[in-house]
């Protein structure tokens, strides 16, 4: 079983509809969350950065965290064409993000016009 | 102008051949990182660098060698290629000095082993 279960899609959905992007994970030691988008051909980026349970928000994008039930998402409201790309989500025990990381395997998304 | 930049962008190359994946950054960061991603693995950490005099094994180090040249440049070797080796290969950058490091990546290299 691996250590962060990220649905891969594709989820396709209409201009304007509200996104949830899951992970869940079996490591009760995280307690740094992140969500990363990636368009086509290019390097990941970072979305959203949390820290523990609870939200954070962020423009359209709400980033959620349930560490009781190791479990996070990503909300996007009123989502665009734009937003279509891969989203990673990916966890820590520590702040020194770089070594210490577990990534998903990234969930597509397509929003269409 | 690209703050992390690898070349090639793209790569085919032949069982049993030597290659090198170069990395630069001009974001000043000390810290330096090679990643592999597969389709549906997400991204695995292959090698880390924390300063010029430093070098880790990740994950999946075995197959592959690495070389900071200087802060700004990380370059990734495959001594002898193998197909399983085909894949895209991400350089990142982080600063240790923020209190929530927090990764930078470059547009990465497509390899292609045959």
């Known amino acids: 079983q691996k250590e962060v279960e990220q649905d891969p899609g594709p989820l396709s959905v209409p201009e304007g509809a509200i996104v949830s992007l899951n992970c869940t994970y079996s490591n009760s030691a995280f307690q740094y969350f992140m969500w990363y988008r990636q368009y086509s051909r290019k390097g990941p980026e970072l979305l959203m950065y949390t820290y523990s349970s609870g939200n954070k928000e962020d423009g359209r994008f709400t980033a959620q965290v349930d560490k009781s039930s190791k479990y996070i998402s990503l909300f996007i409201r009123d989502s665009q064409p734009s937003d279509s790309a891969t989203y990673l989500c990916?966890?820590?025990?520590?702040?020194?993000?770089?070594?210490?990381?577990?990534f998903g395997g990234g969930t597509r998304l397509m929003v269409k016009p | 102008d690209a703050d992390v930049t690898q070349t090639p962008r793209n790569r085919i190359t032949k069982t049993g051949k030597r290659i090198m994946l170069e990395c630069s950054q001009t974001k000043g960061h000390d810290r330096m990182y090679w990643y592999r991603q597969d389709p549906g693995l997400g991204l695995r950490l292959i090698y880390y660098s924390f300063d010029v005099k430093d070098i880790n094994k990740g994950e999946i180090s075995d197959g592959y060698s690495v070389s900071r040249q200087a802060q700004a440049k990380f370059s990734l070797s495959l001594e002898s290629a193998i197909p399983n080796q085909t894949a895209l290969y991400f350089c990142?950058?982080?600063?240790?000095?923020?209190?929530?490091?927090?990764?930078?990546f470059g547009s990465g290299t497509q390899l292609s082993v045959l």
């Open positions: 990142a950058t982080s600063d240790a000095r923020e209190a929530n490091e927090k990764l930078f």
């Open positions: 990916a966890m820590s025990g520590t702040n020194n993000a770089g070594n210490m990381l577990t």
